[in-house]
């Protein structure tokens, strides 16, 4: 996708101040930064969202934009889906039912008991994170596989960006902070300044969020310039999907009444995502 959109290629063997020239190429161009503010837009809907009923159910229900994705494409471009198509179409618009039967439990992190368990998970996924990137950084390796590998950094980075955002939203809560005044916004950027408990993790979840979405945008945007868009967004969206609800289930120990509804919705997601995702693919390949 970059390369075709007239973006420059990124080059991270190259020094600072190249990288940082062709990223700010990235910025210039208005397609790119178009989406980048609409991605923006959608965030403050997406953290009232997590801190309301949590990223188990909140991450795998963003899959329904691949529903608007479709639909937009059918009725503006006048493209044509197949049967299958049509039917993961179907399916994902239903799986959100599946997800509510299930019944999940009031969302409530406890920031002192969580710490063990969420930076052991921290830990893990970062050290794949940096293991793929710097397996990516190879020269003599095919061209395919270091795509890949850098594909799989950003997406594991910016899986992580939405686990902080579901931190985020818990100790806003917790450190009585309102995100609608600008002395709250400077509790949020300069928490650690405040030497309290509440608002060291305000000031941990927002960096951290801001930094994963960022550099995991970067690296898998690398990604595009080196694959097929298919491979980027099958494990985009693949690793968007199980990392948040591995993480909601065993860190902020979300837990549903009804296990079956809430495993026969993520089924549902995961087959449509599969076969919209090439759909996509197709369409970015098109364009």
Request: hydrophobic share 60%; aromatic share 18%; charged share 10%.
């Given at each position: 996708?970059?390369?075709?959109?007239?973006?420059?290629?990124?080059?991270?063997?190259?020094?600072?101040?190249?990288?940082?020239?062709?990223?700010?190429?990235?910025?210039?161009?208005?397609?790119?930064?178009s989406g980048?503010?609409?991605?923006?837009?959608?965030?403050?809907?997406?953290?009232?969202?997590?801190?309301?009923i949590?990223?188990?159910?909140?991450?795998?229900?963003?899959?329904?934009g691949?529903?608007?994705y479709?639909?937009?494409?059918?009725?503006?471009?006048?493209?044509?889906?197949?049967?299958?198509?049509?039917?993961?179409?179907?399916?994902?618009?239903f799986a959100?039912?599946?997800?509510?039967?299930?019944?999940?439990?009031?969302?409530?992190?406890?920031?002192?008991?969580f710490?063990?368990?969420?930076?052991?998970?921290?830990?893990?996924?970062?050290?794949?994170?940096?293991?793929?990137?710097?397996?990516?950084?190879?020269?003599?390796?095919?061209?395919?596989?270091n795509?890949?590998?850098?594909?799989?950094?950003?997406?594991i980075?910016?899986?992580?960006?939405?686990?902080?955002?579901?931190?985020?939203?818990?100790?806003?809560?917790?450190?009585?902070?309102?995100?609608?005044?600008?002395?709250?916004?400077?509790?949020?950027?300069?928490?650690?300044?405040?030497?309290d408990?509440?608002?060291?993790?305000?000031?941990?979840?927002?960096?951290?969020m801001?930094?994963?979405y960022?550099?995991?945008?970067i690296?898998y945007?690398?990604g595009?310039?080196?694959?097929?868009?298919?491979?980027?967004?099958?494990?985009i969206?693949?690793?968007?999907?199980?990392?948040?609800?591995?993480?909601?289930?065993?860190?902020f120990?979300?837990?549903?009444?009804?296990?079956?509804?809430?495993?026969?919705?993520?089924?549902?997601?995961?087959?449509?995502?599969?076969?919209l995702?090439?759909?996509?693919?197709?369409m970015?390949?098109?364009?």
């Amino acid at each position: 996708m970059g390369i075709q959109q007239g973006l420059p290629e990124l080059n991270f063997g190259a020094d600072l101040s190249n990288l940082i020239k062709t990223l700010i190429e990235f910025i210039k161009n208005k397609t790119w930064i178009s989406g980048i503010l609409l991605g923006l837009l959608g965030w403050f809907p997406y953290i009232i969202a997590v801190s309301m009923i949590g990223i188990v159910l909140v991450q795998p229900l963003t899959s329904l934009g691949l529903v608007i994705y479709v639909i937009c494409a059918i009725k503006i471009l006048n493209e044509k889906i197949n049967i299958i198509e049509l039917i993961a179409v179907i399916l994902l618009t239903f799986a959100p039912i599946f997800l509510a039967l299930a019944k999940i439990s009031e969302i409530y992190i406890n920031l002192v008991k969580f710490q063990i368990s969420f930076f052991l998970f921290l830990s893990i996924m970062l050290i794949i994170s940096i293991t793929c990137f710097i397996l990516s950084r190879k020269k003599k390796q095919d061209n395919f596989l270091n795509g890949i590998l850098i594909t799989f950094s950003g997406a594991i980075l910016y899986s992580l960006g939405t686990i902080f955002t579901n931190i985020l939203t818990q100790a806003i809560i917790d450190a009585e902070i309102n995100i609608i005044s600008w002395f709250g916004w400077t509790e949020i950027l300069f928490g650690i300044f405040f030497f309290d408990f509440y608002h060291f993790w305000v000031f941990f979840g927002f960096w951290g969020m801001i930094s994963c979405y960022i550099i995991g945008l970067i690296f898998y945007q690398s990604g595009f310039q080196k694959v097929k868009s298919l491979y980027v967004y099958l494990i985009i969206n693949s690793v968007a999907l199980i990392a948040p609800i591995i993480a909601g289930l065993f860190i902020f120990n979300q837990i549903f009444s009804n296990y079956i509804f809430f495993v026969i919705g993520i089924i549902l997601i995961i087959f449509s995502t599969i076969f919209l995702t090439k759909f996509q693919a197709e369409m970015e390949d098109v364009e």
